[in-house]
Each structure stands twice: as C-alpha cells, then as structure tokens.
Nanobody, 126 residues
Framework: QVQLVESGGGLVQAGASLRLSCAAS????????MGWFRQAPGKDRDFVAA????????YYADSVEGRFTISRDNAKNTLYLQMDSLKSEDTAVYYC???????????????????WGQGTQVTVSS
C-alpha cells in the first residue's frame, strides 16, 4: 500500500503560481511512476503530467506544457507540481497517483494507476 496526501491548493488570480505537493508513505516511493490528474466539476478526470521513477523523464498534457512542471524528491518521498501562469480553465481538484508499471502508452489512463490521494482544490479566478 502507498498512501498519498496532496497539499498546496488554493484560490488565486489568473497569472499567478501555485506549487502542489504530494507526500507519500508506505512502500518505497522511488519504485513508483507518478502522475498528476485533475477533475473539474462535471468533467472526467484528466491527465496533467507524469514522471518516471528516477525523475529524469517527464510528460505533460498539451494544455499545461510550458506552464506546469512536475518533479519529485525521492529522498523526501514527495511529488511536486509547479503551476505557473494559471488560467481559469485550470480550476479543478488535483490528484496525485502512483503506479508500479511504467508505460508511456498508458500513462494518461487514470484507471491504470494503483493509488490515489484525496485531492486538493485549485481555483483560479479571472
């Protein structure tokens, strides 16, 4: 089992920045491929970003490429999402997720992640 707890969400104005954190406990954090997803009201849970176990490779949704940065600190068992130039359409609940199997072909598929946090609300006012 891996327990994930997100933090860092809040209410900000368009153009501002936020940094989300996801603290992991339980099994060895560095064994897991990690991702961030988000879900806006009435919409599906969408892929935001993903990072390999070592942190050397990162992947982004087109909608956040160049504005968001995913990173991890395996020594601190923590995943991050730096969000810059926020837009109103970034408003959503943000979730971190972990999976034991790495696949760029399926990393955007939320159903294939094994563990999830409870989510943190990000609201961007225009």
């Amino acid at each position: 089992q891996v327990q994930l707890v997100e933090s860092g969400g809040g209410l900000v104005q368009a153009g501002a920045s936020l940094r989300l954190s996801c603290a992991a406990s339980g099994r060895t954090f560095s064994n897991y491929f990690m991702g961030w997803f988000r879900q806006a009201p009435g919409k599906d849970r969408d892929f935001v970003a993903a990072i390999t176990r070592s942190g050397l490779n990162t992947y982004y949704a087109d909608s956040v490429e160049g504005r968001f940065t995913i990173s991890r600190d395996n020594a601190k068992n923590t995943l991050y999402l730096q969000m810059d130039s926020l837009k109103s359409e970034d408003t959503a609940v943000y979730y971190c997720a972990a999976r034991g199997v790495f696949s760029t072909a399926t990393m955007r598929t939320s159903d294939l992640y094994d563990y999830w946090g409870q989510g943190t609300q990000v609201t961007v006012s225009s």
